[in-house]
């Protein structure tokens, strides 16, 4: 009943949050120079003014400001995303179509970085100060400070220029046509490095945080009582030690989930993954603003929704938290 | 000189026999039909309806769904597309075109005079800036029957025949549009054309789908089956999917720059320059002729001096084009290379010109600071920023580099708050058409691509209005000759590079680049070894 409540609450805030986000953004957005309309005619090589009147009015940027910002919340409250103004598709249509792609990668990069990230944590905090320990605190930091496109590049200049392994871009071989288990290896061909890329940073987040707060659980009072019991060792690092140390690695990964959908805007970039990152990023460089802001708002959204999941895990990996006030 | 008049002498009918003479089979092999090319496309077109958009990745897609009267030989003779022949009148006021018989449209309707009317006269005006330009100078367009069309004049109006590339005269198709609006309609989004390619699918973000058009008016032809345009936006990938394979070929400015070097020096890929001399793009380092000191002409002079134009084409664009001389690019109809002023690469002359001006430096060495706008098109050109700011130093000139993204530096230039900046605009293969805009006072305006620089001479403006509306070739050079002069010594711009744009592709594919808007053209000829 209180985590129902709970969520109750959470979720008549969360509308104050959006309406502030949206008007947030909104206002951002139009503080920057140039308009869709400008820039169309920038990259059309040649231009007069009835072509930038005409494209103003098309995407409904002669009207004043305010109406625009309260139609365009209208239209929100009733589920409509309206239309991208470059590409004249519904706004909604375009988020759908990349978020298959955005999830598959930031998925699996996800599941890889917190698995990988918790393993290596957890094998480096056994031997605190040994050679494993050493080798997998490097591999960690390096993994961290590297840029992510740089790897990227290095990534596709190793497997796919040098080695040939390896498509160098895209989610699945173009025009070639094959379905079920064929289609599945070729998507699984493409998606490698680039969820490799985009893990390898935040494996490294979780190897750190994993071993530091195992570190510091180890030296406890009932990790001692454990060992005094008999315990054999790789059940009191599995049942005492992680499961005392996982929280804060349960707080970043809900604040990486939060960024899932997000997508990655360099990992996508630099593998030609047709994702929401790059959605953004374009959308962005184009000003064209009602994409821009409906993946805002939908990124939004789901932030706030992986909050609340993650107050929720909380409660299952730790008794004593309660959700509430 | 003398080929430009020889050119202009045969107006009226250059028909199909000429066209064939002049474009001898290169190859040896017999074509081959079938297969699937693929071909880079960057940035991603918004969308493929040519009448309505038409950025350069939107001519390359869409001039394969879409055709136009004519198309145009590497030398910018006029070429027959979907016009058989063509004709002038002795006053120059009426042109007749007689139009291919057995043309469908891709959903089957027959194609007619009718259409021509439609898309020249109702929809192009409405939503075609360049068209636009074209149409003001028509007094009625006509279809006698259902393959012939007459366009009346106004006035002479010569450059009339090169307004007919894929790009600028689009053909739409008019059982589709009429009494639609333009820009709202549903149909842009499946585009139907007469072209040798058929709009299949297109998955946003990953490519775009065309299939052979089994009804191809040209018996035969399309060789292809198909074509796939991949959206690869990283540079470093595009460069990656060329040396790779995983596409054919990349055009435009695909692969950046230094890239293009290693890539043409790979024994399976072919590289030209050729293909882009419709429109002629040249680059310039554009003044705002309000901001003191750069209203000085001589100002103006000292920046071209202390440019090294060669060093320019060489070290930053890789070669790849030539040094500007003057506001014609060689490839486009009418340069004069006799008429030009000529600037050397001469700093002690620059600033002789600077302290002749009482500019005198300060204790920092500093005579003047201006903001000093790249272009958002890539590293090349910041490149050439940053070394127009090392130059420009060099003779006490402090340019403050302003980078921008292209909305920013669209709207900034459009606003004229700015002092330098670079730019680059197409010539659209005569000076009436692309040319004349730049300089002219009429178009001082707050529009891009328009004579943003606030330049006003009269005697150009006299000039570049008696040269469009002249008939006769030899005078109409003798126009533009002193107009080349009056401008090279004025230098409303500086003039660095005629650009030559890249086209890299397999070596077993044929015919990539064939005609004065190469990979814009339509495929229909092109084909790929087994």
Redesign the interface.
């Known amino acids: 009943m209180a985590t129902l409540e709970f969520v109750a609450r959470r979720l008549v805030w969360a509308v104050f949050v959006i309406l502030g986000i949206i008007i947030v953004n909104f206002i951002l957005l139009r503080l920057?120079?140039?308009?869709p309309a400008?820039?169309?005619?920038?990259?059309?090589?040649?231009?007069?003014?009835?072509?930038?009147a005409?494209l103003r009015a098309?995407f409904g940027l002669d009207r004043p400001l305010h109406v625009q910002l309260y139609t365009y919340i209208f239209d929100v409250a009733r589920l409509d995303l309206g239309f991208s103004a470059?590409?004249?598709?519904p706004v909604a249509d375009?988020i759908f179509?990349?978020m298959p792609?955005t999830l598959l990668l930031t998925g699996v990069a996800f599941l890889f970085s917190l698995g990988v990230g918790i393993l290596l944590g957890a094998l480096a905090s056994r031997r605190a100060g040994g050679w494993a320990d050493s080798f997998i605190t490097v591999l960690a930091l390096a993994a961290y400070a590297t840029p992510i496109y740089w790897l990227g590049?290095m990534l596709?200049?190793l497997f796919?220029?040098w080695l040939?392994w390896l498509?160098?871009?895209?989610?699945?071989t173009?025009?070639g046509g094959a379905g079920g288990l064929a289609y599945s290896l070729d998507v699984a061909r493409h998606l490698l490095m680039p969820a490799l890329t985009l893990g390898l940073f935040y494996m490294a987040v979780y190897a750190r945080l994993t071993r530091a707060s195992m570190l510091e659980v180890q030296d406890q009072d009932f990790v001692k009582t454990a060992k005094a019991k008999g315990l054999p060792d790789w059940r009191i690092t599995r049942a005492h030690v992680l499961r005392n140390a996982v929280l804060p690695v349960i707080s970043y990964a809900g604040f990486q989930a939060g960024h899932l959908v997000g997508g990655a805007v360099l990992v996508e970039?630099?593998?030609?993954w047709?994702?929401i990152g790059?959605?953004a990023f374009?959308a962005l460089?184009?000003?064209d603003y009602n994409l821009l802001l409906g993946v805002f708002l939908f990124t939004a959204i789901m932030v706030i929704v992986f909050n609340i999941i993650t107050d929720i895990v909380y409660t299952l990996v730790d008794p004593r938290i309660e959700v509430g006030r | 000189m003398s080929h430009v008049t020889t050119r202009y002498f045969c107006k009226g009918v250059l028909g199909a026999a000429a066209a064939a003479a002049l474009s001898l089979p290169a190859m040896a092999q017999d074509p081959v039909d079938g297969g699937t090319l693929n071909i880079i496309i960057n940035p991603e077109p918004p969308i493929l309806m040519l009448g309505i958009n038409q950025q350069g990745p939107t001519q390359a897609v869409a001039g394969k769904i879409y055709q136009s009267l004519l198309t145009y030989s590497k030398e910018l003779e006029p070429q027959p597309s979907i016009a058989t022949d063509w004709e002038m009148s002795e006053d120059g006021l009426t042109y007749t075109f007689t139009l291919e018989e057995g043309v469908t449209w891709h959903d089957g309707e027959p194609f007619t005079a009718a259409d021509v009317v439609f898309s020249y006269d109702d929809f192009l005006p409405e939503t075609h800036p360049r068209w636009r330009n074209v149409h003001n100078r028509l007094a009625s367009i006509e279809a006698p029957d259902d393959h012939t069309v007459v366009f009346t004049m106004e006035e002479p109006f010569p450059a009339f025949l090169m307004s007919f590339s894929v790009d600028n005269a689009p053909l739409i198709p008019k059982h589709i549009y009429e009494g639609t609006d333009y820009l709202d309609n549903e149909a842009n989004q499946t585009p139907i054309g007469t072209g040798p390619f058929k709009f299949e699918e297109w998955n946003r973000g990953s490519y775009i789908h065309l299939v052979r058009n089994d009804d191809y008016w040209k018996d035969g032809l399309p060789h292809l089956d198909e074509i796939y345009f991949h959206v690869i936006p990283d540079a470093a990938s595009r460069a990656a999917a060329v040396e790779t394979g995983q596409v054919h070929m990349s055009r435009a400015e695909d692969i950046e720059f230094f890239d293009v070097p290693r890539l043409a020096g790979m024994p399976n890929l072919e590289m030209t320059t050729e293909g882009w001399e419709m429109y002629g793009p040249l680059g310039w380092l554009e003044f705002n002729t309000r901001v003191e000191p750069i209203d000085d002409v001589r100002f103006r002079k000292a920046v071209m001096h202390a440019l090294d134009r060669d060093f320019i084409v060489e070290n930053i664009f890789f070669g790849l084009g030539n040094p500007a001389t003057g506001p014609i690019n060689s490839a486009t109809l009418f340069q004069d290379p006799d008429a030009l002023v000529e600037y050397d690469y001469n700093l002690d002359r620059a600033n002789e010109l600077l302290d002749e001006m009482g500019l005198e430096p300060g204790d920092d060495g500093v005579r003047v600071s201006l903001r000093l706008l790249p272009l958002p098109y890539g590293e090349t050109w910041d490149r050439l920023a940053e070394y127009t700011r090392q130059q420009l130093s060099e003779i006490g000139v402090d340019a403050e580099i302003e980078a921008a993204d292209a909305g920013t530096w669209a709207e900034r230039v459009a606003d004229w708050d700015y002092d330098m900046t670079f730019n680059y605009l197409y010539q659209f293969g005569d000076p009436a058409i692309g040319v004349s805009r730049s300089y002219i006072s009429d178009n001082i305006r707050r529009t891009l691509f328009t004579n943003t620089m606030g330049y006003e001479n009269e005697r150009v403006d006299e000039l570049f209005n008696l040269a469009a509306g002249e008939v006769d070739p030899e005078k109409r050079q003798e126009y533009y000759s002193e107009v080349q002069q009056i401008l090279t010594d004025e230098l409303p711009v500086a003039w660095l590079i005629e650009l030559g744009f890249p086209t890299i592709y397999d070596t077993r594919v044929h015919n990539a680049v064939t005609t004065a808007i190469g990979t814009n053209e339509t495929y229909d000829d092109v084909w790929i070894e087994e």
């Open positions: 920057a120079p140039g308009d400008a820039i169309m005619a920038g990259q059309a090589g040649a231009t007069d003014e009835q072509y930038i005409q098309q470059r590409q004249q598709v375009l179509q990349r792609a590049l596709i200049l796919s220029v040939g498509p160098a871009y895209g989610m699945a173009i025009g970039t630099v593998f030609g047709p994702g790059r959605l374009d460089l184009q000003r």
